[in-house]
């Protein structure tokens, strides 16, 4: 089976306390959440108050212990093992481009599961390389060509899908078609070649209609595209985890990141609501 799974947390950064995962199938439905807990009220408020007094009997909800960035695989993997007991096989898991998940299920359960990246993800990853090159000092490039750029990389990566080798030679060619440069170009993708080599042709997208002509401004877009350009079979296979982010959003809703529910089973509550509301509506709400 094929699902997408991505994991939230409560507070940005990686020392939240709390953090939950949604499991979700093609479909847009959600198969399983995961809620991990580095804390527990009562506990602490036992610790606190009654020094050396054996903390009370309650329903514990502190089930992690690592840092609030393993709790991404823990919950993955925990997720997983319930849906195999369950007799839901997980065979392909679309999400972002952490593969520790993958690599404990292989570790942990003899389990080889195929991992397809996200495709928004994979596109967001190399913009931001673009603005953080646009922050340094020495280097010009503005806002339009990266926009123009990122609008040229969602075009070649829906126009290659399966494709290994017309997602490279794209990819290849992306950086010298702005400078001007259409050797490397094919005409289906390239006004200049498709107009016969004509000297008309203008770029639409870029500053005064006119190709790019800063030669130190190519090498360092030369060098940023190289890992891609190498990894450039990855990409010809995405995936999808928008409807994760979707049921994240949702939980933001239930559970506002400046308000803290991670001390108690609340938390888990409003996880499984937006659960239920994604699944079923919110009819769910009359038949709990």
């Not at 979700?24 to 527990?40: D, P």
């Not at 360092?220 to 982010?245: H, M, R, W």
Request: hydrophobic content about 35%.
């Amino acid at each position: 089976m094929t699902v997408c799974s991505d994991h939230g947390w409560q507070k940005r950064g990686f020392d939240s306390l709390t953090g939950h995962t949604f499991m979700m199938s093609k479909e847009n439905k959600v198969l399983k959440t995961v809620v991990k807990h580095r804390t527990c009220g009562t506990c602490k408020w036992w610790r606190r108050n009654r020094p050396g007094v054996p903390v009370r009997e309650h329903r514990c909800v502190w089930n992690h212990k690592g840092s609030a960035r393993a709790m991404e695989s823990e919950a993955g993997l925990q997720a997983i093992k319930d849906m195999i007991q369950q007799g839901t096989p997980v065979g392909i898991i679309e999400g972002d481009g952490d593969n520790t998940l993958v690599a404990r299920l292989e570790r942990s359960m003899g389990l080889t599961v195929k991992k397809k990246l996200d495709k928004n993800h994979c596109i967001k990853n190399i913009v931001k390389q673009l603005y953080d090159l646009r922050n340094k000092k020495e280097v010009s490039i503005s806002n339009q060509v990266i926009q123009h750029l990122h609008k040229c990389i969602k075009y070649i990566f829906s126009k290659n899908k399966g494709d290994v080798d017309g997602m490279r030679e794209n990819l290849q060619a992306l950086i010298p078609h702005q400078f001007g440069d259409h050797s490397l170009c094919h005409a289906r993708f390239c006004g200049y070649k498709r107009m016969g080599n004509s000297e008309k042709y203008s770029h639409r997208s870029l500053p005064y209609k006119a190709p790019l002509s800063d030669s130190f401004l190519r090498d360092k877009l030369n060098v940023l595209f190289e890992p891609i350009i190498a990894k450039s079979a990855l990409y010809t296979d995405l995936g999808s985890s928008q409807a994760c982010e979707y049921a994240n959003r949702a939980a933001m809703l239930k559970a506002p990141k400046h308000l803290h529910y991670g001390e108690s089973e609340s938390l888990d509550f409003r996880i499984q609501a937006t659960a239920a509301s994604i699944n079923v509506g919110r009819k769910y709400l009359s038949e709990v």
